[in-house]
């Protein structure tokens, strides 16, 4: 059963979308890696020991994971493809708040943070995705905190370059944060499946 079916499946037995999610991005395989399973250990063990966490917190989402993207409706490919993780820890996640809560003076200094196309600063999106439990590494203001974890991933997309065009990570706060966001998946896919998107 391919990931699509196994979504379905979950579907026709009218299981909530939170188990779906569940089933799909915590207990099934994960497809970038068929077949090279030593790579998956190494990439993620190189994670794991960087920021000090258990191996098994580390999660691939996205197309890498499922073999396709349900937002962008296009399939994986390797080497024009991102590898993305979830990190799922709140110890690391409350480490991070905490160092831009310290970096913006508990946010009365925003000047560090980007603005988007619309020049709206970054703060307003990346408090939102706190706000769900997730960090976002790409929204946090610059300095020496996103500097140190942009040279991290760069590093470790350059040493894998042959199989992902980049590799980037979120840092979730728990468990079931995780599966919430991965709900959006289940909606793609039933919005796909009648024509949407």
Same mark, same amino acid.
């Given at each position: 059963?391919?990931?699509? @079916?196994?979504?379905?499946?979950?579907?026709? *037995?009218?299981?909530?979308?939170?188990?779906?999610?569940?089933?799909?991005?915590?207990?099934?395989?994960?497809?970038?890696?068929?077949?090279? @399973? @030593?790579?998956?250990?190494?990439?993620?063990?190189?994670?794991?020991?960087?920021?000090?966490?258990?191996?098994?917190?580390?999660?691939?989402?996205?197309?890498?994971?499922?073999?396709?993207?349900?937002?962008?409706?296009?399939?994986? #490919? /390797?080497?024009?493809?991102?590898?993305?993780?979830?990190?799922?820890? /709140?110890?690391?996640?409350?480490?991070?708040?905490?160092?831009?809560? /310290? #970096?913006?003076?508990?946010?009365?200094?925003?000047?560090?943070?980007?603005?988007?196309?619309?020049?709206?600063?970054?703060?307003?999106?990346?408090?939102?995705?706190?706000?769900?439990?997730?960090?976002?590494?790409?929204?946090?203001?610059?300095? @020496?905190?996103? *500097?140190?974890?942009?040279?991290?991933?760069?590093?470790?997309?350059?040493?894998? /370059?042959?199989?992902?065009?980049?590799?980037?990570?979120?840092?979730?706060?728990?468990?079931?944060?995780?599966?919430?966001?991965?709900?959006? *998946?289940?909606?793609?896919?039933?919005?796909?499946?009648?024509?949407?998107?």
């Amino acid at each position: 059963m391919n990931y699509l @079916e196994s979504i379905q499946s979950g579907l026709d *037995a009218n299981k909530k979308h939170i188990e779906i999610a569940r089933k799909i991005f915590l207990s099934h395989p994960t497809s970038a890696f068929k077949d090279k @399973e @030593e790579k998956q250990f190494e990439i993620l063990n190189e994670v794991s020991d960087h920021f000090k966490i258990p191996i098994t917190n580390i999660q691939v989402v996205g197309s890498s994971k499922i073999g396709q993207s349900l937002h962008k409706k296009t399939l994986f #490919s /390797s080497q024009s493809s991102d590898l993305d993780l979830a990190i799922i820890d /709140s110890n690391l996640f409350v480490y991070y708040t905490e160092l831009v809560y /310290s #970096s913006t003076k508990g946010f009365s200094d925003l000047t560090r943070f980007s603005r988007n196309k619309t020049g709206i600063s970054n703060h307003v999106e990346y408090s939102q995705y706190l706000l769900k439990g997730i960090f976002r590494a790409d929204l946090m203001p610059t300095g @020496e905190i996103r *500097a140190d974890w942009s040279t991290f991933f760069g590093k470790l997309s350059a040493k894998h /370059s042959g199989l992902f065009k980049s590799i980037n990570a979120g840092i979730y706060l728990s468990q079931r944060f995780f599966e919430i966001k991965q709900t959006s *998946a289940i909606r793609n896919y039933i919005k796909l499946k009648n024509g949407g998107l």
